[in-house]
């Protein structure tokens, strides 16, 4: 899958296989829908325009489309991910705070100093399972795509938010 930016509102659909795919792998032959609201998508490749598919008949919301494909490319890319064995990797900033040994003669229980660094987990070794809008019966939330280990005890929701049109 190309992931590129681009200017044109759909350039996203799902291929026969499901698979979302970028208007520049798309070809004529095949069939394509949309995301979101599931209808035909055509893909319109001419040389004057800019590539894009095209809806056949009603569309959905922009905001509604960007949504759905940002959660199916993550989906997508997360099981790829643990098909070939690369890492996911999710960057926090965590604070630390100093525990310095004269603290503790001075009976100080609050720590002096604090400082926020960098923290790298890769997802992969934590959550071998990915289902895409699955309900989570223990919680009774439906998460855009939810992580998990093959137990099934630990997991992670995946929240995607549309505020503005990627760029690259």
Same mark, same amino acid.
């Given at each position: 899958m @190309?992931? $590129?930016?681009? /200017?044109v509102q759909y350039a996203y659909a799902l291929d026969d296989q499901a698979i979302l795919t970028h !208007? @520049?792998?798309?070809?004529?032959s095949n069939s394509y829908t949309c995301p979101e609201c599931?209808? /035909?998508?055509t893909p319109v490749l001419g040389e004057i325009n800019a590539k894009h598919f095209r809806h056949s008949e009603e569309c959905c919301a922009l905001e509604s489309y960007l949504h759905r494909c940002a959660k199916e490319a993550?989906?997508?890319?997360?099981?790829?991910?643990?098909? +070939?064995?690369? /890492? !996911?990797?999710l960057e926090l900033?965590?604070?630390?705070?100093?525990?310095n040994a004269r603290?503790?003669?001075?009976?100080? +229980?609050?720590p002096q100093c604090?400082?926020?660094v960098p923290a790298c987990y890769n997802l992969t070794q934590?959550?071998?399972?990915? $289902?895409? +809008?699955?309900?989570?019966?223990?919680?009774g939330l439906k998460p855009d795509v939810m992580l998990s280990d093959l137990s099934g005890k630990k997991r992670c929701y995946v929240e995607i938010c549309v505020t503005h049109s990627c760029t690259q």
């Open positions: @190309t992931t $590129q930016a681009s /200017p !208007i @520049t792998d798309a070809q004529r599931k209808s /035909p998508l993550f989906f997508y890319c997360y099981k790829q991910a643990l098909t +070939e064995s690369t /890492p !996911i990797r900033k965590r604070t630390v705070y100093c525990n603290l503790k003669l001075l009976r100080n +229980e609050k604090q400082k926020g934590f959550f071998d399972q990915v $289902q895409l +809008e699955r309900h989570d019966s223990s919680t």
